[in-house]
């Protein structure tokens, strides 16, 4: 019976369009699977399941498993999917002020050089708003960050 409901649900899953794809965990068969449910868990269950399986480039090439086919890679895409891989790196370096990811970050949200400094030191002050809590999000990370941007003189023209 388990294998009729997991062959139900691929199929199920393979037919669909397009559907909404995890910020976090992108695209893909796993994203399919363990949709609705909240949490760091589950979260790496279905990037796991996607990256194991490798079905986003299926999905992609196809436009099933929730992937579109005619999407454009953002630098909101670019930025989540940095964050989400260098979370604690990211996390060390907002606390301090510095560091080459937290430099990264600033160059995939388009801080100019000038700005940088305003940028670093705004991370820093942030901090315990920006890492709110142990189970924080990529888009969590960024959505405060943008909310501290917007309301920093010099830093609100890079906010969206």
Known sequence: M???????GIIGA??????????????????MLWA?????????LAATTNGILGNQTF??????LGCS??????SDAVAAAYTGSNIERLALDM???????????AELLGIENQDK???FAL???????????????????????????AADATLSRYAS
Request: glycine share 14%; charged share 20%.
């Open 2 to 8: 388990r294998k009729y409901v997991l062959a139900a």
């Open 123 to 149: 991370a820093k002050e942030n901090f315990s708003s920006i890492f709110s809590s142990e189970n924080v999000t990529a888009g969590d990370i960024l959505a405060s960050l943008n909310e501290a941007m």
């Open 117 to 119: 400094p305003a940028f």
């Open 14 to 31: 393979l037919s669909m369009g397009t559907a909404q794809a995890d910020d976090d965990v992108g695209c893909g068969l796993g994203t």
């Open 69 to 74: 086919r005619d999407g454009v890679i953002t």
């Open 36 to 44: 609705g449910q909240e949490g760091p868990v589950p979260k790496v």
């Open 59 to 64: 999905g992609i090439t196809s436009g099933t």
């Open 95 to 105: 606390s301090q002020g510095e560091g080459e990811s937290l430099n990264v970050m």
